[in-house]
């Protein structure tokens, strides 16, 4: 099982909401991705968790804020987001380190921000 | 210059023609590279993997590498209207801190 499932599928939030993203794998992968993709672009990294801990955060506003709870759950919270933040929002996990080992896509969040 | 060039198409082809896409980078000490589809609207999935150079076939996809030339491929025989998707290379190595460097993408139609 390569599966990586993130919730919802769609968001829609105005300026002033508070909203979370959830991902969640049960591979046993140690190492935890959250990407930012716009239209006709590649994924952009935000943000990884190996081990739990926040190891990469590039450069990210702070109105994103990343927890992982356990080694299998992600979240990514939202809070006064700018509509220039509307993107398609993708967990990935990998074993460990991204290149040594695989890192397998969740299906995304589609955010729309108004 | 980009570390990743890709062209990002449209790439248009008849159903059951022989599709390469490609990449080239410039960055020698890229180790790893992958291959990754990407359907509208949908999260990426991984094709293809390789380490270091040399070729890899799994089924109708066959992925090579050529790091004296800093070049990369996949083929596609046999396409098929399924194929339609985005696909991305991508590649890491120790420079990268093993992150994924991405290609822009090539999207990819397949003509019945």
């Known amino acids: 099982d390569t599966e990586v499932t993130q919730t919802p599928k769609h968001l829609v939030m105005g300026m002033t909401n508070k909203k979370s993203l959830k991902c969640e794998q049960h591979m046993g992968h140690r190492a935890m991705y959250w990407y930012k993709q716009k239209a006709k672009k590649p994924p952009e990294l935000m943000f990884v968790y190996s081990y739990e801990k926040l190891s990469i955060n590039e450069s990210v506003p702070s109105r994103f804020s990343p927890e992982c709870p356990n080694s299998s759950l992600l979240n990514l919270h939202l809070h006064a987001l700018q509509p220039e933040d509307s993107a398609l929002y993708l967990c990935?996990?990998?074993?460990?380190?991204?290149?040594?080992?695989?890192?397998?896509f969740g299906p995304g969040t589609r955010l729309t921000v108004l | 210059q980009k570390e990743v060039e890709q062209d990002p198409g449209p790439l248009s082809v008849p159903e059951g023609a022989i599709v390469s896409l490609n990449c080239t980078y410039s960055n020698s000490a890229f180790q790893y590279f992958m291959w990754y589809r990407q359907y509208s609207r949908k999260g990426p999935e991984l094709l293809m993997y390789t380490y270091s150079s040399g070729n890899k076939e799994d089924g109708r996809f066959t992925a090579q590498v050529d790091k004296s030339s800093k070049y990369i491929s996949l083929f596609i025989r046999d396409s098929q209207p399924s194929d339609s998707a985005t696909y991305l290379c991508?590649?890491?190595?120790?420079?990268?801190?093993?992150?994924?460097?991405w290609g822009a993408g090539t999207k990819l139609i397949i003509k019945p």
């Open positions: 990935a996990s990998s074993q460990g380190l991204a290149g040594k080992d695989t890192q397998y």
């Open positions: 991508a590649m890491s190595g120790m420079d990268s801190n093993y992150q994924l460097i």
